[in-house]
């Protein structure tokens, strides 16, 4: 009796609300669109629903929104993603200068840097590889897989991780960096500029061999396992403080879902299901994804505001506050590191970096100087140990 004494209570005030000049107005407007009259007539078996018939069915439909945006992430990332794609003005590097750099000034500080590009991933599988006509089937299957995941933190779109392919690639720069011979035989070789040094001194560097380096990437998933993958041997024999920092700052410059983490801010990300069901390597991949990365600088993802260009100037700031490292090693995307190189060398310079990619997995050296306000990539520094830039017309290999 109570319960039908309350439903009689809701559906007068209902009717009492539906009845308000503004909300009647605009119900009865609804009322006279055309599918509204052919779904009145389905469920309700006339054309014209009542104003308090459809108001209350708004307010379902608006209760059961926002019980699936409070019950999955998923969702709430999605409407998030659509937003950032029409409000977020991301491709805003930092403008190149000519400012004169004293580079052999007291004051100058100067630092190593290598960049590790990610091998490919799901949403180029999905959209930029094959034939275009294709690329219907490609998109269902993607979707399909996708819903599969709905009440699970992982995704093909959204902080796409690597694919086959990737993984593949990841193994190669693997091999590569492993089979190189000893570097930095020479005593202070390692704290030399890389403008000095030779492919096989850097790569002994990036093995942990020699000098004193930290490994930084960003927060997607693809980034992070190619480290992961290719770097597995320096993990394996270092200590546990040797660890991954994961930093929103290297955050990937596009509006695309694939460039949002799944990672909520100060959390650890979880290895990719394909890449956890890996033989002989899933244990160890779900073993570093649990003790070899660092949530320090995981700012969650990139906010509207966060543009390239402070993106980057944090990344730089945080490079020269480290006072016990010579290299930063950096596993990243196309684009940051593309526009990083255009925003720090000179800009008369005309070097390749500044326009094209680095090809999936490739590896580039070079020196990252800063003096007062200028902050400087001599392009004569800049070295490539695996891999290359795409360059339309030439194909660039390994060192």
Known sequence: MSHLLYMQKLDAQLQWLAMQPPLHSALGQL????????????????????????????????????????????????????????????????????????????????????????????????????????????????????????FRRDSLF???????????????????????????RQPGTAQRPVEELEPEDVVSIIRGDAGESVIVSSLLRRAIST???????????????????????????????????????????????????????????????????DKKYNAGNKTISMRANKRQEQFVKWVFEQKEVDCIIVCGHSLWFREFFKSYMPKASSHVAGTAKVVNCGVIAFDLYQNGKVTRIPPESIKEIYGGFEVKGKKHKKA
């Not at 400012?99 to 004051?107: G, N, Q, R, T």
């Not at 902080?159 to 590569?176: A, C, H, I, M, Y």
């Not at 991954?244 to 990672?263: F, G, H, K, W, Y």
């Open 158 to 184: 959204f902080d796409s991780p690597l694919n086959d392919v990737g993984l593949k690639q990841g193994w190669e720069l693997l091999t590569f960096l492993a089979s190189q011979p000893t570097g930095c």
């Open 227 to 293: 480290g992961l993958i290719s770097l597995s041997p320096r993990l394996l024999k270092s200590s546990v403080s040797d660890r991954v920092m994961l930093m929103t700052s290297l955050q990937e410059i596009s509006r695309n879902v694939d460039t949002l983490a799944l990672t909520p801010a100060k959390a650890l990300p979880i290895c990719p299901q394909n890449e956890a069901a890996m033989k002989g390597m899933g244990d160890l991949m779900t073993h570093f994804y649990g003790t070899r990365l």
């Open 31 to 150: 009322a006279d669109v055309g599918i509204v009259q052919d779904l009145s007539m389905e469920f309700l078996g006339h054309r014209q629903a009542p104003p308090a018939t459809l108001l209350s069915v708004m307010l379902a439909l608006l209760g059961l929104v926002l019980f699936i945006l409070l019950v999955i992430p998923k969702a709430r990332l999605s409407l998030w993603s659509l937003w950032y794609f029409v409000a977020s003005s991301d491709k805003k590097p930092r403008k190149p200068d000519d400012l004169k750099l004293e580079k052999h000034s007291a004051s100058t500080r100067r630092m190593k840097i290598v960049f590790i590009r990610h091998g490919e991933s799901e949403w180029n599988a999905v959209f930029n590889n094959g034939w275009k006509i294709f690329l219907p089937f490609r998109l269902v299957r993607a979707l399909i897989n996708e819903g599969l995941m709905l």
